[in-house]
Nanobody, 118 residues
Framework: QVQLVESGGGLVQAGGSLRLSCAAS????????MAWFRQAPGKEREFVAA????????YYADSVKGRFTISRDNAKNTVYLEMSSLKPEDTAVYYC???????????WGQGTQVTVSS
Protein backbone atom coordinates (compact mmCIF):
# COMPACT_ATOMS: atom_id res chain seq x y z
CA GLN A 1 0.00 0.00 0.00
CA VAL A 2 1.36 3.39 -0.99
CA GLN A 3 2.05 5.77 1.88
CA LEU A 4 1.99 9.53 1.36
CA VAL A 5 3.93 12.21 3.24
CA GLU A 6 3.21 15.87 2.53
CA SER A 7 5.60 18.70 3.36
CA GLY A 8 6.44 22.29 2.52
CA GLY A 9 3.60 24.14 4.18
CA GLY A 10 4.03 27.23 6.31
CA LEU A 11 2.97 30.77 7.05
CA VAL A 12 3.11 33.23 4.15
CA GLN A 13 1.75 36.69 3.44
CA ALA A 14 -0.93 37.25 0.86
CA GLY A 15 0.62 37.42 -2.59
CA GLY A 16 3.43 35.10 -1.61
CA SER A 17 4.42 31.66 -2.85
CA LEU A 18 4.98 28.17 -1.47
CA ARG A 19 5.98 24.83 -2.93
CA LEU A 20 4.43 21.71 -1.47
CA SER A 21 5.84 18.21 -1.89
CA CYS A 22 4.25 14.81 -1.51
CA ALA A 23 6.55 11.80 -1.28
CA ALA A 24 5.12 8.36 -1.94
CA SER A 25 6.53 5.04 -0.78
CA UNK A 26 5.53 1.41 -0.73
CA UNK A 27 4.04 1.10 -4.18
CA UNK A 28 4.33 1.89 -7.86
CA UNK A 29 3.91 5.65 -7.85
CA UNK A 30 4.04 6.06 -11.61
CA UNK A 31 0.91 3.97 -12.14
CA UNK A 32 -1.30 6.49 -10.37
CA UNK A 33 -2.87 9.73 -11.40
CA MET A 34 -2.18 12.05 -8.46
CA ALA A 35 -3.97 15.03 -6.99
CA TRP A 36 -3.85 17.65 -4.29
CA PHE A 37 -6.78 18.39 -2.01
CA ARG A 38 -7.24 20.88 0.82
CA GLN A 39 -9.41 21.24 3.88
CA ALA A 40 -10.05 24.58 5.52
CA PRO A 41 -11.30 24.82 9.12
CA GLY A 42 -14.97 23.92 9.32
CA LYS A 43 -15.16 22.93 5.67
CA GLU A 44 -15.12 19.71 3.73
CA ARG A 45 -12.01 18.56 1.93
CA GLU A 46 -11.97 19.85 -1.64
CA PHE A 47 -10.14 19.04 -4.83
CA VAL A 48 -7.36 21.42 -5.89
CA ALA A 49 -5.41 19.93 -8.81
CA ALA A 50 -4.65 16.63 -10.54
CA UNK A 51 -1.94 15.28 -12.80
CA UNK A 52 -1.83 12.23 -15.03
CA UNK A 53 0.49 9.26 -14.59
CA UNK A 54 3.02 10.63 -17.08
CA UNK A 55 2.57 14.24 -16.06
CA UNK A 56 1.42 15.34 -19.48
CA UNK A 57 -2.12 16.23 -18.41
CA UNK A 58 -3.19 18.48 -15.55
CA TYR A 59 -6.52 19.70 -14.22
CA TYR A 60 -7.29 22.48 -11.74
CA ALA A 61 -10.15 23.72 -9.63
CA ASP A 62 -11.37 27.08 -10.87
CA SER A 63 -10.36 28.70 -7.58
CA VAL A 64 -6.65 28.01 -8.16
CA LYS A 65 -6.39 28.03 -11.93
CA GLY A 66 -3.59 30.32 -13.11
CA ARG A 67 -2.06 30.53 -9.61
CA PHE A 68 -1.16 26.92 -8.76
CA THR A 69 0.87 24.42 -10.79
CA ILE A 70 0.93 20.68 -10.17
CA SER A 71 3.89 18.60 -11.35
CA ARG A 72 5.50 15.25 -10.61
CA ASP A 73 8.84 13.49 -10.71
CA ASN A 74 8.27 9.76 -11.12
CA ALA A 75 11.96 9.03 -10.58
CA LYS A 76 11.62 10.57 -7.11
CA ASN A 77 8.09 9.26 -6.43
CA THR A 78 7.08 12.82 -5.66
CA VAL A 79 4.28 15.17 -6.68
CA TYR A 80 4.54 18.93 -6.21
CA LEU A 81 2.21 21.87 -5.91
CA GLU A 82 3.65 25.28 -6.73
CA MET A 83 1.40 27.96 -5.26
CA SER A 84 1.71 31.63 -6.11
CA SER A 85 -0.38 34.76 -5.60
CA LEU A 86 -1.64 33.16 -2.43
CA LYS A 87 -4.81 34.47 -0.83
CA PRO A 88 -6.09 34.17 2.75
CA GLU A 89 -8.82 31.85 1.43
CA ASP A 90 -6.09 29.39 0.40
CA THR A 91 -5.45 28.74 4.09
CA ALA A 92 -6.01 25.02 4.69
CA VAL A 93 -4.36 21.70 5.36
CA TYR A 94 -3.17 20.36 2.01
CA TYR A 95 -3.17 16.65 1.19
CA CYS A 96 -2.13 14.57 -1.78
CA UNK A 97 -3.63 11.30 -2.94
CA UNK A 98 -3.80 8.96 -5.86
CA UNK A 99 -7.04 9.47 -7.76
CA UNK A 100 -9.48 8.05 -10.26
CA UNK A 101 -10.85 11.21 -11.78
CA UNK A 102 -11.00 13.32 -8.62
CA UNK A 103 -11.92 10.42 -6.33
CA UNK A 104 -9.17 9.63 -3.80
CA UNK A 105 -7.95 6.05 -3.72
CA UNK A 106 -5.53 5.73 -0.82
CA UNK A 107 -5.36 6.36 2.89
CA TRP A 108 -4.78 10.04 3.63
CA GLY A 109 -1.44 11.27 4.93
CA GLN A 110 -1.06 13.81 7.70
CA GLY A 111 -1.23 16.77 5.35
CA THR A 112 0.73 20.02 5.52
CA GLN A 113 -0.65 23.29 6.89
CA VAL A 114 -0.67 26.38 4.70
CA THR A 115 -1.60 29.65 6.36
CA VAL A 116 -1.89 32.85 4.32
CA SER A 117 -2.03 36.08 6.30
CA SER A 118 -3.69 39.20 4.96
Amino acid sequence: QVQLVESGGGLVQAGGSLRLSCAASGGTFSMYNMAWFRQAPGKEREFVAAISQSGTSTYYADSVKGRFTISRDNAKNTVYLEMSSLKPEDTAVYYCNAVAGTTPLLRWGQGTQVTVSS
